[in-house]
């Protein structure tokens, strides 16, 4: 499903510590930031509201796969769900428990072998991960099983085709076959090997193919203020036409989803760009 040949794929190892390896894992305020634009987008999703007693999350049981150093999972937390963060970076789960442990349960686990029992999970977080892991699809199957019936998953997801590779900011990075995407990062002194491996648009809709998955990505770009995209989206794009914004969809690097595990219809009020229903990939 995501272009990668079982050989490559054997091939690969796991990023045990990628929050060493990556800077921007412990950037705070980056970090926060982006869980104030997935919880206003689940909280859309799911019909609750910012001033709700307790937080939009109240009451609902929340994971954050691919934790790292806990800032998202905290801002889960605090948004009032009781929630977990699971990954296998032992660096960075050891900082997120050393100050966020009081509030989030952190445990060492893969995403593809989640520590919870079938249908206990009311909202799953997903965000940049999935072109990190080795087996992508099994971790989408068991993040499905762990949820609830009424449960659903938030997706930040760049695509193959995205025009600036934002692990090492190289255009077209992520369009190159393995051997030459290696090449490119010697070349350009990024480093020896490209690790990371993204699906097509079309690959996405078939990764997530067992779910009822919304777009929120024109929304959010409508409407940045709303949905806390202000700090990456210029204001003078909400201003847009939806038409306008509809044309550019295929250049954003990164789409916003709302993936629910069983059929459903997002509950918030109506926005200026609404949501758009995302339609499965053929196989084959």
């Known amino acids: 499903m995501s272009g990668e040949s079982g050989q490559e794929r054997e091939g690969r190892e796991e990023q045990l510590a990628y929050s060493e390896l990556m800077d921007k894992m412990l950037d705070e305020k980056a970090r926060r930031q982006k869980a104030a634009k997935l919880i206003a987008v689940l909280a859309h999703g799911l019909g609750r509201r910012a001033d709700d007693e307790g937080g939009p999350l109240a009451g609902l049981t929340a994971v954050d796969v691919g934790c790292s150093a806990g800032f ?17 970076d032992e660096p960075g ?14 445990r060492l686990a893969r995403g593809e072998d989640l520590p919870f029992e079938d249908g206990s999970v009311d909202v799953v977080v997903l965000n940049h991960i999935y072109e990190h892991v080795v087996d992508p699809e099994a ?3 068991d993040i499905h099983r762990v949820l609830a ?15 600036i590779e934002p692990h090492h900011r ?32 079309a690959g996405l809709r ?14 959010v770009l409508a409407d940045p203020a709303a949905f806390s995209g202000g700090d990456i989206i210029p204001e003078w794009v909400g201003r847009l036409p939806e038409k306008a914004l509809s044309a550019a969809l ?24 609404a949501p758009r229903h995302v339609t499965p990939a053929v196989h084959g």
């Open 206 to 219: 078939r990764m997530f193919a067992a779910f009822d998955v919304w777009d929120y990505t024109l929304p």
């Open 149 to 163: 019936p009424g449960g659903v998953l938030y997706l930040g997801i760049g695509h193959r085709w995205q025009v």
């Open 93 to 106: 789960l050891a900082k997120a428990r050393e100050r966020f442990g009081e509030r989030v349960d952190f």
């Open 139 to 141: 971790v989408v199957a």
């Open 170 to 201: 190289l255009p077209f990075l992520s369009w190159l076959p393995q051997r030459a995407a290696d090449r490119y990062m010697r070349l350009t002194g990024k480093g020896k090997h490209y690790y990371e491996r993204y699906s097509t648009p």
């Open 250 to 273: 295929p250049l954003v690097p990164t789409y916003v989803w709302l993936a629910f595990k069983q059929p459903a219809t997002p509950a918030g009020p109506p926005l200026r760009v």
């Open 72 to 88: 998202i999972a905290d801002e889960l937390a605090l948004a009032g769900a009781s929630t977990t963060g699971v990954d296998i």
